[in-house]
Structure formats: structure tokens, C-alpha cells
């Protein structure tokens, strides 16, 4: 629709108030008179009336002022619209959505994993994890477990009682008759013996025999059936570095077991003597192990590779008595009694019920502190020092000499000349190198024998 001009005057309400002065922006001109609203309707038009159209009215009742219709006032102090200023900037801020969006995301996680939780307690699904499938358990003969297996249903721990007390042993199964073997020092002065299998079968035990000397002694189980006698070795067919495996009751803890070496052979050692006379000294050419060896070891087979029996272990060696450090266990020295030395006497105590030693007529002065063993100038009771008779005299030893050598090995002293004599067996030969008055000579013993403690 085009504008167009009119002469009438403004309608009232694009009027402004009497006396009020023009409201206008300086530089803002005057409305053209009977200019339009800017909507498309001519001035003083209805909105919705047609050109020509009388605006409509509201009649008013008979003799009262018709109602003035209340209109906006274009140059009025409060404005139409209100002009957009862009976003509210009190809203949300982008940290505020992303610590609300990680709010929400744990406290769903936390949720959805309870709920798993309780799922998996409440579902009939057993819950595996993974493992290694059953294999066989065999192993190799030579093995430390193989060894064990072998062995172990032929190894007993003795507990002893006594006058002095108790005490707990080892030893293991000679035949089938029921021979046992162990050391003496711990039946010694027995009075009731019980013998335990691995099994854990337990029995009363009789004494067989003992001998102090060599630290060994045999008991008999009776009425038991399925027992599994230890094969034997040969104690000379070991060397030093081969692999031991050791069985016991260190500490009462029966079918232990433990492993190392043959750390040394020969090694002279000697053990008891709390009599205080002697009679209850044993002397031993030991076989040296580092196999742990604690007490209640004392007894228990060493075996070889083969799980053969090639020595009885007897003793250890601790720190010195007066070290404060001192270790009461195993320090990696323990010492065995060859199996040859324990089958000879073994067979003897279970024979008669005691062991016969080696010997060769000379009584020793063992205040002597030179190299060597030196025979004394007299024996007990004033009688002479080389016996009668004796194996010594038949050889030409005299008193006064000094014994070196024993079959080519040094002797240091008069425990090991008795050591390495009681290594052999009665009548045997030995070669004996004497240092007398200075001088060198060798002499050809043939060993007897004497009785036992």
C-alpha cells in the first residue's frame, strides 16, 4: 500500500502531552504530517481495516463520555521491545558442563558396577581363573624330588626317653626284619623308644645294640608289615662336589629334606666325650656336606643320586661356644659316617650286639704337640705303651716313635691316627710311615681287633 499524505490533524494518541516540549533527538526532523506507523496502514487506520473502512469503536451508553481507549505512546519513557544484548551470561559455563558430565558418567560407572557385582553373586556362573592343567607328577629318578620319593617311605624319626630327658632322632629301614639304624647318641640311655613312619604310623622300638666309639647303634620294630629297607652305596665311590640329598627330623620336623654336596672326604672328626674318661668318644673318617644338617638330623641318610645310602648323618659344626654370634643350626658344615664304616658295625651290632675296633697295640701320648702321633712312653697302669704280642710290636713299632703317614696320607695327630685306623676293618693291612731318632722308616701292620663299648 502506498503512503500517503492527509491534512488531517494526528489522531490523539500520537500525541504528546500538553506543554511537553519536543522529545526528539536533536538532528531527528519532525514526523511528515499524517506520515504512516511504518506498519503498512495508513494514519488514523484500525489495524485490520480495509482503506475506506471505519475504524471500529466500542459504543458507549446513552448521555456518558465515550470510554478513551488506552494506546501506546510512541515518545512514552518505557520502550516496546527490549533490544537483544546476545546470550544471558549467567548460564552454564563449558567447565561447569564438563564437571557435571564427569559427575554423571562415575556415578552411572558406579552404579552400573555394583549392579554387575551383584549380578555376578547372585548368577549361578562359577567364577575360574585361569591355571595350569594337572600334569604328571612323576620325576626324574636322579631329581632331588626323585630321591625323595624313593627314600622317604624307608626313613623314621625315632623320639626317645630317657632318664636325662627326650629327644627326637632319625634313622632309616635296613631289612625286612625290622632293623633300624641310628646314631648312639640318640638312644643313649634309652628307656622307651617309638619309631614313626612317614606314613605316620608310630611303634614301640627295641634296642638292638649300640656302640659309642663309632656313634652308631641298630633298634627292631616288630609286627610291621611293608617296610621299605634303604639300598646302600659304597661310601669309596664318592667324590667331593657330588649331589647329596639328606632326609631327617630337624627340630622334630619329620621327612625333611635337604640338598648340596660332597664338600669333603676323610675329614678327621671327632665327637662325645662328656664322660670325661674318653670311653663315650667317637671317632669318624666323615664325608663333609653341606646338605643342611640341624638337630634331629642326627641318624638320617645321606643318599647318593642313585638314592643310595652312602653315609649316616652324625654331626655338624657350629660357631664357637664363645662367639656371641654363634649359629645353633647348620652353618654348611655337616659330617656323615661312611656307609661302608656303619654297614661293617651295623652288621656286627645286629650279630651280637656289639661292634669290634680296629686297632694296632700302642697307646698314644695325646698331650703330644708336634706333626704326626707319637706312641707314649708307657700305657695305663704303668704297663708298656706298645702292647705285647700286639699287631704294633710284630710291626717294630717302639715308644717313643712318631707315626706320620698311614698308607701314604699325613697324619696330624693321635685323633686321626685313631681315625683313619677305625676307617678299616680288623685285619686289615696297613702301611705305617715312623719317624724315629731323625729318621724315616716304613712299617707293615696288620690290624686286630678289640671290643667295643
Not at 504530517?33 to 480495509?50: C, L, N, S, V, Y
Not at 478513551?68 to 567447565?95: A, H, I, K, N, S
Not at 611303634?203 to 633298634?219: F, K
Not at 704297663?383 to 701314604?408: E, L, R
Given at each position: 500500500?502506498?503512503?500517503?499524505q ?6 490523539q494518541?500520537?500525541?504528546r ?6 522529545g ?7 514526523p ?13 487506520q ?6 475506506g473502512?471505519p ?12 470510554a ?11 520502550p516496546?521491545?527490549v ?9 552454564f ?7 557435571l ?5 562415575l556415578?552411572?560407572g ?15 556362573t562359577?567364577l575360574?581363573l ?12 636322579a631329581?632331588?624330588?626323585g ?6 617311605p624307608g ?7 630317657g632318664?636325662?630327658?627326650?629327644g627326637?632322632?632319625?634313622?632309616f629301614?635296613?631289612?625286612?626284619q ?6 648312639n647318641?640318640?638312644v643313649?640311655d634309652?628307656?622307651e623308644i ?9 611303634v614301640t ?11 652308631l647303634?641298630?633298634?627292631k ?7 621299605r629297607?634303604?639300598s646302600?652305596?659304597?661310601s669309596e ?5 657330588d649331589p647329596?640329598v639328606a632326609?631327617?627330623?630337624?627340630f622334630?620336623?619329620s ?6 654336596i ?6 678327621p ?7 670325661g674318661?674318653?670311653s ?5 673318617d ?8 640341624n638337630p ?5 641318610p ?7 645310602v652312602?653315609?649316616?648323618n652324625?654331626a ?6 664363645d662367639?656371641?654370634t654363634?649359629?645353633g ?7 656323615a659316617?661312611?656307609?661302608n664304616q656303619?654297614?661293617?658295625v651295623?652288621?656286627e ?8 675296633h680296629?686297632?694296632?697295640?700302642v697307646?698314644?701320648?695325646?698331650d703330644?704337640?708336634?706333626?704326626g702321633?707319637?706312641?707314649?712312653d708307657?700305657?695305663e697302669?704303668g ?22 703317614k698311614?698308607?701314604g ?10 681315625i683313619k ?5 680288623p ?7 715312623v719317624?724315629?731318632e731323625g ?9 686286630g681287633s678289640?671290643n667295643g663299648?
Amino acid at each position: 500500500m502506498a503512503d500517503r499524505q492527509q491534512t488531517d490533524p494526528a489522531p490523539q494518541w500520537w500525541s504528546r502531552p500538553e506543554g511537553t516540549a519536543d522529545g526528539r533527538p536533536a538532528g531527528v526532523p519532525s514526523p511528515r504530517p499524517g506520515a504512516g506507523d511504518g506498519t503498512g496502514q495508513e494514519a488514523g487506520q484500525e489495524p485490520g481495516a480495509e482503506d475506506g473502512a471505519p475504524a471500529a469503536q466500542d459504543a458507549a451508553p446513552d448521555g456518558a463520555a465515550p470510554a478513551r481507549e488506552v494506546r501506546y505512546d510512541p515518545w512514552g519513557g518505557q520502550p516496546l521491545q527490549v533490544v537483544d544484548r546476545g546470550r544471558d551470561r549467567r548460564g552454564f559455563r563449558l567447565w561447569q558442563v564438563a564437571a557435571l558430565s564427569a559427575g554423571t558418567a562415575l556415578l552411572a560407572g558406579g552404579i552400573g558396577g555394583y549392579v554387575g557385582v551383584l549380578a555376578e553373586r547372585q548368577s549361578s556362573t562359577r567364577l575360574e581363573l585361569p591355571q595350569a592343567a594337572a600334569a604328571d607328577k612323576g620325576r626324574a629318578p636322579a631329581s632331588v624330588a626323585g630321591i625323595a620319593a624313593t627314600a622317604l617311605p624307608g626313613v623314621v624319626t625315632l623320639h626317645v626317653r630317657g632318664e636325662k630327658g627326650s629327644g627326637t632322632g632319625t634313622g632309616f629301614v635296613l631289612d625286612e626284619q625290622g632293623h633300624i639304624l641310628t646314631n648312639n647318641h640318640v638312644v643313649a640311655d634309652s628307656k622307651e623308644i617309638a619309631v614313626t613312619f612317614s606314613t605316620g604310623e608310630s611303634v614301640t622300638a627295641e634296642l638292638v645294640g649300640r656302640d659309642s666309639g663309632y656313634d652308631l647303634a641298630v633298634v627292631k620294630v616288630s609286627g610291621v608289615r611293608g617296610l621299605r629297607p634303604l639300598s646302600l652305596g659304597n661310601s669309596e665311590n664318592v667324590q667331593v662336589g657330588d649331589p647329596v640329598v639328606a632326609i631327617g627330623a630337624p627340630f622334630d620336623l619329620s621327612n625333611t629334606v635337604t640338598s648340596g654336596i660332597i664338600s669333603a672326604t676323610g675329614r678327621p672328626v671327632t665327637a662325645g666325650g662328656d664322660k670325661g674318661d674318653g670311653s663315650d668318644i667317637s671317632y669318624v673318617d666323615a664325608l663333609q656336606t653341606d646338605a643342611p644338617i640341624n638337630p634331629g638330623n642326627s641318624g638320617g641318610p645321606l643318599l647318593d643320586a642313585k638314592a643310595h645310602v652312602v653315609g649316616i648323618n652324625s654331626a655338624i659344626r657350629g660357631a664357637d661356644k664363645d662367639d656371641p654370634t654363634r649359629q645353633g643350626g647348620s652353618i654348611g658344615l655337616g659330617f656323615a659316617i661312611p656307609i661302608n664304616q656303619g654297614k661293617r658295625v651295623a652288621e656286627e651290632l645286629i650279630r651280637t650286639g656289639r661292634a669290634t675296633h680296629p686297632v694296632i697295640g700302642v697307646t698314644l701320648d695325646m698331650d703330644y704337640t708336634g706333626d704326626g702321633a707319637r706312641v707314649g712312653d708307657e700305657g695305663e697302669d704303668g704297663k708298656p705303651s706298645v702292647v705285647a704280642d700286639g699287631p704294633g710290636a710284630h710291626a717294630g713299632i717302639k715308644a717313643g716313635d712318631v707315626i706320620t703317614k698311614v698308607d701314604g696320607q699325613r697324619v696330624r695327630g693321635g685323633d686321626e691316627l685313631i681315625i683313619k685306623i677305625r676307617a678299616h676293618r680288623p685285619g686289615d693291612p696297613l702301611t705305617l710311615t715312623v719317624l724315629r731318632e731323625g729318621r724315616e722308616r716304613t712299617l707293615r701292620v696288620v690290624l686286630g681287633s678289640a671290643n667295643g663299648s
